[in-house]
C-alpha cells in the first residue's frame, strides 16, 4: 500500500427513510459538509416517502453482516468490523486500489441483494436511503477508533430506533 492511499474505510448508510435531510440528528449535504438542523425540510422529505419504513430485525441484521464479509472475500478486502443496526450499518474495510464510494456502494447492492433473497418485504422497494457515507482512515491509531466504535459505541449511544 502507498503513502498516499488510506488504509481503511469507515463506511455508514443507513435504511430507508431513517434518515431524511434536515433531520436533527444531523446531516450532511453534498458538497456543503454538516447541516444544522431543519425539522420543515425533513417533515417535507417524510410526507414524500413512497414506502414504508422497515427496521431491520436480529435476522436481517446477521444477513446483511454476512453479505459484506462474504462481498468482501470475494473481493479480497479486509473487513475489519460490520454491524448491521436497525436503521443503520457501520463498516470498516480496507480495500486497495478503491474508492470509498466503490466500496461502500458495493457493499449496500450486495446487501440489498442478500435481504431481497431471503425477505419478499424488501422486494420492488429502496432498502436504504441513497448514498450514505465514507471517510478515509489514514492512521492505526485511528483505525483503532473506527473499529471500536462501529463495534460498540452504538450501544454505549442507544441509537438503534424501536
Known amino acids: 500500500m502507498n503513502n498516499d492511499e488510506p488504509i481503511a474505510f469507515?463506511?455508514?448508510w443507513s435504511v430507508y427513510g431513517t434518515?431524511?435531510?434536515g433531520t436533527s440528528n444531523g446531516w450532511k449535504k453534498y458538497g456543503k459538509g454538516e447541516m444544522r438542523p431543519q425539522?420543515?425540510?425533513e417533515n417535507w422529505h417524510r410526507e414524500r416517502l413512497n414506502h414504508s419504513i422497515i427496521l431491520l430485525d436480529q435476522t436481517q441484521r446477521e444477513v446483511v453482516s454476512n453479505a459484506a464479509?462474504?462481498?468482501c472475500n470475494h473481493r479480497n478486502?479486509?473487513?475489519?468490523?460490520c454491524n448491521a443496526r436497525t436503521n443503520h450499518v457501520h463498516a470498516v474495510v480496507t480495500a486497495?486500489?478503491?474508492s470509498g464510494k466503490v466500496v461502500r456502494d458495493q457493499?449496500?447492492?450486495n446487501c440489498t441483494r442478500s435481504l431481497r433473497e431471503r425477505f419478499a418485504i424488501f422486494r420492488e422497494r429502496p432498502v436504504w436511503t441513497v448514498g450514505g457515507d465514507w471517510r478515509c482512515i489514514n492512521s492505526e491509531s485511528e483505525l483503532h477508533r473506527v473499529i471500536e466504535y462501529a463495534r460498540d459505541a452504538q450501544d454505549r449511544k442507544d441509537r438503534d430506533i424501536s
Open 96 to 98: 486497495i486500489g478503491q
Open 77 to 81: 478486502w479486509r473487513l475489519w468490523e
Open 107 to 109: 457493499l449496500k447492492a
Open 10 to 12: 469507515f463506511i455508514t
Open 69 to 71: 464479509l462474504h462481498h
Open 19 to 21: 434518515h431524511l435531510q
Open 39 to 41: 425539522p420543515l425540510l
